[in-house]
């Protein structure tokens, strides 16, 4: 039975030193897979998408990902207490886009 991408990926961290690019991770899993062109193309995204859900792993800085268990929790963790949201104008300026939107089109009849 062939193993899943994910479960690849995790055994080549496991047995690395070290955080690998994206890029790296994936050749790897390409060449463990034996994947053609096409596969390659057709199956990158879900490597991608499955290494960001699934809570083994993180990416640890410029599109490294590392095995979470390696890094302690204020390593991986961000805090966004900090972030300020002003939804206030968010919502003020796609009001005022529809609005004139509105009166462009009445115009043109």
Avoid: P
């Avoid at 994206?22 to 490597?47: H, P, R, S």
């Avoid at 290494?51 to 599109?63: A, E, P, Q, T």
């Amino acid at each position: 039975m062939k193993k899943a991408m994910i479960d690849v990926a995790y055994d080549i961290l496991s047995s690395k030193d070290k955080a690998l690019t994206f890029i790296e991770l994936w050749n790897e899993v390409c060449q463990i897979a034996g994947f053609t062109k096409q596969q390659e193309e057709d199956n990158i995204a879900q490597l991608y998408s499955d290494l960001s859900l699934d809570d083994r792993f993180v990416c640890v800085k410029d599109n490294k990902w590392d095995l979470r268990e390696r890094h302690t929790y204020h390593e991986v963790v961000v805090d966004t207490s900090d972030i300020l949201i002003d939804e206030d104008n968010e919502d003020a300026s796609d009001f005022d886009e529809e609005e004139e939107s509105e009166k462009e089109t009445s115009e043109e009849f």
